[in-house]
């Protein structure tokens, strides 16, 4: 009886392994095909790749690396991910410890306004107008202010916070401290789990955005790496702002395509957030698990 419940173990154990091996394979295989695809030559990868690049090279990079729109599109990118995650992580973070206080007036009705908006949302149409009439159009604060306040963040930092022993607040009120103090010595450092995983969430939003940059900025130099790269998607022709007769590198050996442009310009938009997980990988699951305990 043992045998037969270990070898039915064992089967499952296997199956499990198998299973879970082909899905990891399914999910970063495209990413290691555009990996591949951009360090290899342009016209031989051009008819196909499995497993391994052809022809070696890294002019797709090089060329890229001269455009000097990139640079720009790149900082604005950086620079609205960093203010807007810091933003984000701040007011939602202090919105949602003051939403657990009884004293606040009216609270059960703030708190559940904003999670209405978990449910209801009013569109393009009146999102692009409100964002007109607050003149965030052609500001760099569009790619900020919206974001200031999420639902999703708030109930998750809520139930985390609620969580916390109330002994802790109350003992240092007795020592006299108010609740600024309260909220910056003793709920910010405890709460530091939900709040890498919010950063995270926040971060990788930001980062991807691209429809406020692409419906209300027409500046060049608001423009972000995003709005860049979905415009060289669906342009399927070469790269703007580069003379054709740079499609050649040094030697004359490799030619670029529209396809090994559009490659190599995700894979620079994409490498830039993969390296935000490794740092908060520690309080990613634990935040997240804590965080959505109760409702």
Same mark, same amino acid.
């Given at each position: 009886?043992?045998?037969?419940t270990?070898?039915?173990?064992?089967?499952f154990? &296997?199956?499990?392994l198998?299973?879970? +091996?082909i899905?990891?394979?399914?999910?970063t295989?495209p990413?290691?095909?555009?990996?591949i695809?951009t360090i290899?030559d342009?016209?031989?990868?051009?008819g196909? $790749?499995?497993l391994?690049?052809?022809g070696?090279n890294?002019?797709?990079?090089?060329?890229?690396l001269?455009m000097k729109t990139?640079y720009?599109t790149?900082y604005?990118?950086? $620079?609205?991910t960093?203010?807007? @995650?810091?933003? @984000?992580?701040?007011?939602?973070?202090?919105f949602?410890?003051?939403? #657990?206080?009884?004293?606040?007036?009216l609270?059960?009705?703030?708190y559940?306004f904003v999670v209405?908006? +978990?449910?209801? =949302?009013a569109?393009?149409?009146p999102?692009?107008? @409100?964002?007109?009439?607050?003149?965030?159009d052609? =500001?760099?604060?569009l790619?900020i $202010?919206?974001?200031?306040?999420?639902?999703f963040?708030?109930?998750?930092?809520?139930t985390?916070?609620?969580?916390?022993?109330?002994? +802790?607040?109350?003992?240092?009120?007795?020592?006299g401290a108010?609740?600024w #103090?309260?909220?910056?010595?003793?709920?910010?450092?405890?709460s530091?789990?939900?709040?890498? @995983?919010?950063a995270v969430?926040a971060?990788? &939003?930001q980062?991807?955005a691209w429809?406020?940059?692409?419906?209300?900025?027409?500046?060049q130099s +608001?423009?972000t790496?995003q709005?860049m790269?979905?415009n060289?998607? =669906?342009?399927a022709?070469?790269?703007?702002?580069i003379?054709?007769?740079?499609? $050649?590198d040094?030697?004359?050996?490799?030619?670029l395509?529209?396809e090994?442009?559009?490659?190599?310009m995700?894979?620079i938009? #994409?490498?830039?957030?993969?390296?935000?997980?490794?740092?908060?990988?520690?309080f990613?699951?634990?935040?997240?698990?804590?965080?959505?305990?109760?409702?």
């Amino acid at each position: 009886m043992n045998k037969h419940t270990n070898l039915w173990e064992v089967l499952f154990r &296997g199956c499990n392994l198998v299973f879970f +091996l082909i899905i990891a394979i399914a999910c970063t295989y495209p990413f290691y095909y555009i990996l591949i695809y951009t360090i290899s030559d342009p016209v031989k990868a051009a008819g196909g $790749l499995l497993l391994l690049p052809k022809g070696i090279n890294f002019v797709n990079y090089e060329k890229l690396l001269q455009m000097k729109t990139l640079y720009s599109t790149l900082y604005i990118s950086v $620079l609205r991910t960093v203010i807007g @995650t810091f933003i @984000t992580v701040a007011c939602c973070t202090f919105f949602s410890y003051i939403v #657990t206080k009884q004293e606040l007036y009216l609270r059960k009705f703030i708190y559940r306004f904003v999670v209405i908006t +978990l449910y209801f =949302n009013a569109g393009l149409i009146p999102w692009y107008l @409100t964002m007109r009439f607050l003149h965030l159009d052609n =500001n760099f604060l569009l790619y900020i $202010l919206p974001s200031a306040i999420s639902g999703f963040y708030i109930v998750l930092i809520k139930t985390y916070i609620e969580q916390l022993p109330a002994a +802790l607040e109350e003992s240092a009120m007795i020592d006299g401290a108010g609740y600024w #103090t309260i909220f910056q010595k003793i709920i910010v450092p405890l709460s530091m789990p939900i709040i890498a @995983t919010i950063a995270v969430f926040a971060a990788v &939003g930001q980062w991807n955005a691209w429809q406020d940059n692409y419906f209300l900025v027409s500046k060049q130099s +608001l423009q972000t790496l995003q709005v860049m790269l979905y415009n060289y998607l =669906n342009s399927a022709t070469a790269v703007s702002n580069i003379n054709p007769s740079d499609f $050649l590198d040094k030697n004359a050996s490799h030619r670029l395509t529209p396809e090994s442009i559009k490659m190599t310009m995700t894979m620079i938009v #994409t490498l830039p957030i993969l390296f935000v997980y490794p740092f908060m990988q520690r309080f990613f699951v634990k935040g997240i698990m804590l965080g959505a305990v109760k409702g």
